[in-house]
């Protein structure tokens, strides 16, 4: 189950498949990671500071090593597969009120290590998610110029940078059907939430990367 909430309440609830047609809900254009750089001879991406690539023998002690330690601990439990978003998501997220300024919010999401926060009312709400990329945007360059925007920019209050309106997906909804929503949207995650829009956690796309490597595995087609 999926909702979009904003300032004004909730906007939708239902399927991922109507999501991507509401008006309301913008796709968010995102920066785009640099294709990796031709190998040089030596093993090496080109890029300084660069490890060169590790060696089939390297890999082979490491996979020895590993399977040494599994022995001492003993047999694992038998695998469960991850299914829904509240096997993967974080719990406690970090959240930001929509009046705070924008320097300020900006520390916050420094501080605690984070690209985005939902950003949440008094009563607990989520009305938006706030991303550390819009509060530094690209067209701020180091000219004289561009100071007194730049002061401006900081001091705005985070309802006027967040994304809002903001989809969020509930807790017992399946892990796999939040994937097409945050390539749809742009979005690096969405706030888990209940029918009211109180936050319950954050999934991002980095918990369903993890969910696809990780022990147990995700579990794609039940």
Same mark, same amino acid.
């Given at each position: ?28 254009? *995102?920066?785009?990671? =640099? !294709?990796?750089?031709? $190998?040089?001879?030596? @093993?090496?991406?080109?890029? /300084?500071?660069?490890? %060169? &690539? ?24 038998? *695998?469960?597969?991850? =299914? !829904?978003?509240?096997? $993967?998501?974080?719990? @406690?997220?970090?959240?930001? /009120?929509?009046?705070? %300024? &924008? ?120």
């Amino acid at each position: 189950m999926f909702f979009v909430f904003g300032p004004s309440g909730q906007i939708y609830r239902g399927g991922p498949a109507k999501l991507a047609q509401l008006a309301p809900v913008q796709r968010v254009q *995102r920066p785009q990671g =640099l !294709r990796a750089r031709a $190998m040089d001879p030596d @093993g090496t991406s080109g890029t /300084p500071g660069a490890r %060169p &690539a590790q060696t089939a023998q390297q890999q082979r002690l490491q996979e020895a090593a590993a399977a040494y330690v599994q022995t001492e601990q003993g047999p694992r439990p038998p *695998r469960q597969p991850v =299914l !829904r978003v509240a096997d $993967m998501m974080t719990m @406690g997220a970090v959240t930001v /009120p929509p009046d705070m %300024p &924008a320097h300020e919010a900006w520390l916050m999401l420094r501080e605690q290590r984070v690209a985005q926060a939902p950003v949440v009312n008094t009563e607990g709400q989520v009305v938006g998610l706030l991303l550390r990329a819009d509060l530094a945007p690209d067209d701020l360059l180091p000219q004289p110029a561009a100071v007194p925007l730049a002061i401006a920019r900081a001091r705005r209050a985070v309802a006027e940078v967040m994304v809002s309106p903001v989809p969020t997906v509930a807790a017992d909804t399946e892990l796999r059907r939040v994937a097409p929503v945050l390539l749809d949207t742009g979005l690096p995650g969405l706030p888990v939430t209940d029918e009211h829009g109180l936050l319950v956690g954050f999934v991002t796309r980095t918990d369903i990367l993890r969910a696809v490597v990780a022990d147990p595995p995700l579990d794609l087609w039940s």
